[in-house]
C-alpha cells in the first residue's frame, strides 16, 4: 500500500458524459501527479500540481482539467468523453518536486461505452 | 512520448534465474526509477537512481546507471514466481528543463517467471 489512494477504482460511462476522478497522496506529500495508461500510448503524464499550483502540463487534452485543494486532495475531471478516453488513470504523489520518488495509487480503471 | 525504450520487451524464465532488463533514454535526467506492475495494478515503486550514482541495491534488486551510454539495467536475482510483473523504468528531468514536473515511462518488459 504506497497510501496515496484514489477513487472510484471502476467507472463505466457512455460517450459525451462527464467523470470526475479523486486522488489523496500520502500524508505530508505537497506534488500529486496524474498519469493516463492505455494499451496504445502506455503511461502518459497529464499534469503536476504542488500545494495547489499547476507546475507542469503534459499531453493533457483540453476537455480534461484538474485541480489540487487546500487539503491537498485532488482531481481530474475529464468531460465529452469519447471511447479512446478508455484508460487506467493514476496519481501518483510526491513529498515535494518531481526529482523525489512518486508514489502511485491503485488507479481509476475508466470505461466509455 | 515515450523517452525510454525497454529491452527486452518480454522475458522469460524458470524460477531461481536472475533477469536483467534494460532501459535507454534520450535526453539528460535528474533521476531514473524503477516500477513494477502486476497485470493492470498500481505502480509498485522499486528503486530510484539519482544521476550521479552508478549502482543501487535494494534486497535482490540491483540497478545500474550508465550516463554516458544514457542506459540502465535492472537485476532481479533469484526470482521467483511472484517477481511474474511488468517491469518500467521511468526518467525525471532536471529543474528548469522540458521533462522536469514529470516522470517519462517506458514501455516496460513483461517477465514471467516460472515455477
Known amino acids: 500500500d504506497s497510501g496515496v489512494t484514489q477513487t472510484p477504482k471502476h467507472l463505466i460511462t457512455a460517450t459525451g458524459q462527464r467523470v470526475t476522478l479523486r486522488c489523496s497522496p500520502r500524508?505530508?506529500?505537497?506534488?500529486v501527479y496524474w498519469y493516463q495508461q492505455s494499451l496504445d500510448q502506455g503511461l502518459q503524464f497529464l499534469i503536476h500540481?504542488?500545494?495547489?499550483?499547476?507546475?507542469a502540463k503534459g499531453n493533457i487534452l483540453e476537455r480534461f482539467s484538474a485541480q489540487q485543494f487546500p487539503d491537498l486532495h485532488s482531481e481530474l475531471n475529464l468531460s465529452s468523453l469519447e471511447l479512446g478516453d478508455s484508460a487506467l488513470y493514476f496519481c501518483?504523489?510526491?513529498?515535494?518536486?518531481?526529482?523525489?520518488?512518486?508514489?502511485f495509487g491503485p488507479g481509476t480503471r475508466l470505461t466509455v461505452l | 512520448s515515450q523517452q525510454g525504450e525497454e529491452d527486452p520487451q518480454a522475458l522469460s524464465i524458470q524460477e531461481g534465474e536472475n533477469a536483467t532488463m534494460n532501459c535507454s533514454y534520450k535526453?539528460?535526467?535528474?533521476?531514473l526509477q524503477w516500477y513494477r506492475q502486476n497485470s493492470g495494478r498500481g505502480l509498485v515503486h522499486l528503486i530510484l537512481?539519482?544521476?550521479?550514482?552508478r549502482e543501487k541495491h535494494s534486497g535482490r534488486l540491483r540497478v545500474t546507471l550508465d550516463t554516458s551510454k544514457k542506459s540502465s539495467s535492472l537485476l532481479i536475482t533469484a526470482s521467483r514466481a511472484a517477481d511474474t510483473a511488468s517491469y518500467f523504468c521511468?526518467?525525471?528531468?532536471?529543474?528548469?528543463?522540458?521533462?522536469?514536473?514529470?516522470?517519462?515511462f517506458g514501455q516496460g518488459t513483461i517477465l514471467t517467471v516460472h515455477p
Open positions: 501518483a504523489s510526491s513529498v515535494a518536486t518531481s526529482t523525489d520518488t512518486q508514489y
Open positions: 500524508s505530508g506529500d505537497l506534488s
Open positions: 500540481y504542488y500545494n495547489g499550483e499547476e507546475r
Open positions: 535526453t539528460s535526467i535528474n533521476n
Open positions: 537512481i539519482r544521476s550521479n550514482e
Open positions: 521511468a526518467t525525471g528531468g532536471n529543474a528548469g528543463g522540458t521533462s522536469y514536473g514529470k516522470l517519462t
